[in-house]
């Protein structure tokens, strides 16, 4: 079996040359690293070879359906670059897999949705609460650092999108636990 050098450059932990096997993959090649840094990218992961970017992934494909789009064999000195995350956003609350999420700049409130697993049976939709951080140029006018974007999910017609900013915080909420045409009998009944 010949072990050849491939680099891990970039957002890193520990940038430098690694030794693999000549089946390792674009994809499989990150778990020799143990992938990015908090603040590398797992959306834009490229591959240069000869000083040329020919080819990147998007690991969440894989993370997230088990696809390897993109995929590609090593060969000897090609340079495997994490860069910097890019745009951002939190998730907490009623939502299947709250967390962190890198997003490209082209996906929406309901790429995020899917990105995260998915409502809960337990999801009000009918508000979905976002904190966003004011645009820096409109600090001034509106003496805030923030603002709260309610978003009713069940108005959103068919095909309208909602889009997300960097740095974004969406809550998700609860239905209530009121339980609708129901009747409490209490004192001396036996059920």
Do not use: W
Request: with cysteine; aromatic share 8%.
């Amino acid at each position: 079996m010949c072990i050849r050098d491939r680099f891990a450059l970039g957002e890193v932990s520990q940038p430098g040359a690694y030794e693999v096997t000549p089946s390792t993959t674009l994809f499989s090649s990150i778990f020799h690293f143990k992938g990015p840094t908090l603040n590398g990218s797992l959306r834009d992961i490229h591959l240069i070879r000869d000083g040329v970017k020919i080819n990147s992934i998007d690991f969440y494909s894989y993370v997230s359906g088990g696809i390897k789009i993109n995929d590609e064999s090593l060969v000897n000195d090609d340079v495997i670059f994490i860069p910097k995350r890019g745009k951002s956003v939190t998730t907490s609350g009623e939502i299947r897999r709250p967390g962190i999420y890198e997003i490209k700049d082209s996906e929406t409130l309901n790429d995020l949705i899917d990105i995260s697993g998915g409502f809960l049976n337990t999801t009000y939709l009918k508000l979905i609460q976002i904190n966003r951080i004011v645009d820096p140029s409109k600090r001034k006018m509106s003496s805030a650092d923030r603002v709260l974007i309610d978003v009713d999910f069940l108005s959103l017609k068919k095909n309208e999108t909602f889009n997300l900013v960097d740095g974004d915080i969406i809550k998700f909420f609860k239905i209530s636990d009121a339980i609708g045409k129901s009747i409490t009998i209490n004192g001396a009944v036996k059920r």
